[in-house]
């Protein structure tokens, strides 16, 4: 028994837990399993057991997935089975010789029963007050049974009167059809198949068949009275009838069939490997041969487990996939119904204001007829909720095909909604196009422009025409690392298009305008880059007079003085100034070398001029301290030149 029968107020109630979603959007939420061992959902208190033998633990789910506790300390912990009340989990615990069990309330182990060293138990199937259980390996396998029933539980091995396993037996019982336990000898090609009568304590063999199995998961129908077996064979569940294990149907799927499931009306789900990735779900909603088929998975689905499980209450339905660390827990919402898939194709681009056309396909298990509504939505810069474009009719072959003319430009999605029916699944699909929009005009004026430092400077931007949107933005960038990229103005252009903002200039200055677009102007942006110079000043010290000369004002220095050149300019990390030295002869100044020479942390360069001063009197000379970019340490004003200094030597 792998779901727990319960009242229609429960069940309602387990089915109402599933998250909110759109009817045509399962859930799927990772779980920390390792790989699938077994799955048990109990309804009574709306949880997911499942079993993970590689961490030694019961991972217990609410019922939309979400991880609600741990169950520790079970090594190699295999197959699980509820109590028909609900009240307790029964556990096989593989790695420790013993079955355990599980208050479902509290979630914590209360008892557990040893089945003796070196019996591995695997399975477990609880019946009229006993915990059946199938143990052992290979040929040295039985039926053994912890009876609940006395004062004192009790174990007995080796149960399985006339038949000798092959393999630990794979037992099941329900409720519904007490005295009796089905056990299958699923390790053998022969896949013997044996129901007891287990109505006194002790088995006594009914029928058995064989029925050529390796079989990988069972389930008994509702009313206890058959079973479905995944096998023989790798392309069908086959039903029993328990009685006399007469063959009931077949149903029929494309590759090997790994679990089955059971829901409370007898309807019949199953997972399959899947190697071609074409369908690794199957629900068998009208007939054993109309299953509705779906590919939840890219991946090979879990075998040699119970994956998959049905809620309560019938309606929903969980599917484990994917292996080894990255297993997720799959909700399908609507699992009787035939998945309804649709696809949509607009163009890549399209011109705004001119007609374009959107293809599509609607597909299912179940083909659709033709004039099949479907809801059409386009969502664009001006809609961008969302605009109706009316119901579109399905055509032949599943196609659908429309025209629309969208005003808006930029990106244009849309929507195609399938709303589902009695048989399908409901069903959505999106494609979007680049609808063209006009390039709209914008400039900034002042590019290429140098300014004294300081300089309050007045930026520009101009927009042309546009459809709706009036606002720009003016962004200043100033160079240097340490300047981030800052908006300094956004607004409405006036009348002219203009958006003006004064800087106070500093450094060289990237001024960028932005305009975000409207539904029919595509956005745009616009640079500027004006420099700065630095201020420069120099002061001297160290003469004896200062007068004007030659047209300048000259320093006058004794010869046994060394003139000293005192230069101040914004600083900045790594910033020299290099200074310029020049010399007087027959009516033109020739340079000398120059020399770069750093700044202090307060902006200020000392540069003393030694040297035998007596051959340099009468002699005109003159010097300069000048910021140069790139070649003074950094790039972020404009080359400037300072003023000249002029001074002269007497004896």
């Known amino acids: 028994m792998r779901t727990l029968p319960a009242a229609a107020a429960l069940a309602a109630l387990f089915g109402s837990m599933a998250l909110a979603s759109p009817s045509y959007a399962d859930t799927d939420r990772p779980i920390p399993v390792w790989d699938a061992s077994d799955t048990v959902v109990d309804g009574a208190h709306q949880q997911l057991f499942l079993a993970d033998r590689y961490h030694d633990q019961i991972v217990v789910t609410d019922a939309t997935g979400k991880v609600t506790r741990t169950i520790t300390g079970l090594p190699q912990v295999r197959d699980l089975d509820l109590s028909p009340d609900g009240s307790t989990l029964y556990a096989a615990v593989y790695g420790a010789d013993k079955i355990v069990a599980i208050d479902t309330t509290r979630l914590e182990q209360t008892a557990e029963y040893p089945t003796g060293a070196g019996t591995t138990p695997s399975h477990v199937a609880y019946a009229d007050g006993r915990i ?48 009796t336990l089905l056990a299958l000898d699923a390790g053998i090609s022969s896949g013997p198949v044996i129901v007891y009568d287990v109505s006194s304590g002790t088995p006594a063999i009914r029928v058995s068949a064989d029925k050529g199995g390796f079989y990988h998961d069972a389930a008994l129908t509702p009313d206890g009275q058959n079973v479905v077996v995944a096998g023989p064979g790798n392309r069908a569940l086959t039903e029993y009838r328990l009685s006399d294990l007469a063959e009931v149907r077949t149903y029929p799927v494309k590759d090997q069939p790994e679990t089955v499931s059971i829901a409370p009306d007898g309807t019949v789900a199953a997972t399959v490997l899947d190697t071609d990735d074409a369908g690794d779900t199957y ?113 032949g072959g599943g196609k659908f095909t429309f025209t629309d003319t969208p005003a808006s430009g930029g990106k244009v999605t849309y929507t195609v909604t399938y709303e589902g029916d009695a048989t399908h699944t409901a069903a959505k699909a999106a494609d979007s196009v680049t609808v063209s929009r006009a390039k709209p005009a914008l400039t900034v004026n002042n590019n290429g422009k140098v300014y004294a430092y300081g ?80 201020s420069v000043s120099t002061s001297v010290s160290a003469h004896y007079k200062a007068k004007s000369a030659w047209g300048h004002t000259y320093y006058f220095f004794h010869k046994n003085k060394n003139p000293m050149f005192t230069t101040k300019m914004p600083y900045y990390p790594h910033r020299k100034q290099r200074f310029d030295f020049q010399v007087y002869y027959q009516g033109k100044w020739y340079p000398g070398d120059s020399q770069y020479f750093a700044l202090s942390a307060d902006g200020r360069s000392r540069v003393e001029v030694t040297g035998h001063h007596a051959e340099d009197v009468g002699w005109r000379f003159r010097m300069r301290s000048d910021y140069v970019n790139g070649s003074s340490g950094d790039t972020v004003n404009s080359t400037t030149y300072g003023p000249w200094k002029y001074f002269t030597y007497t004896g």
């Open 132 to 179: 059946w259980f199938g143990y052992g390996d290979q040929w040295d396998s039985g039926l053994g049974v912890v009876d609940l029933t006395g004062e004192t539980p009790a174990v007995t091995l080796d149960l399985g009167g006339a038949h000798d396993y092959a393999g630990p037996p794979m037992v099941y019982a329900d409720p519904d059809n007490p005295g």
């Open 283 to 395: 629900v068998f909603t009208n007939g054993s041969d109309k299953p509705s088929v779906r590919n939840i998975s890219h991946n090979w689905m879990p075998w040699g487990a119970h994956a998959t499980s049905w809620s309560a209450d019938g309606t929903k339905l969980y599917v484990q996939t994917g292996s080894q660390g990255s297993m997720a827990l799959h909700r399908v919402d609507e699992p009787r119904k035939y998945q309804a898939t649709l696809t949509v194709s607009a163009p890549t681009s399209a011109p705004r204001a001119k007609s374009l056309t959107v293809t599509g396909k609607l597909t299912a298990g179940v083909a659709l007829p033709a004039g099949t509504p479907l809801k059409v939505t386009r969502t664009d810069m001006e809609s961008p909720n969302g605009k109706s474009l009316g119901t579109k009719a399905l055509g």
């Open 455 to 534: 300089k309050d400077v007045k930026f520009t931007a101009h927009l042309g025409t546009t459809y709706k949107n009036r606002t720009a933005e003016i962004w200043a960038d100033p160079f240097g690392s340490d300047k981030p990229n800052k908006l300094v103005k956004s607004g409405k252009v006036d009348s002219h298009g203009n958006l003006s903002v004064t800087l106070d200039l500093k450094r060289d200055t990237k001024v960028t305008a932005k305009f975000a677009g409207d539904s029919r102007y595509q956005s745009r942006s616009a640079t500027s880059t004006a420099g700065a110079k630095v």
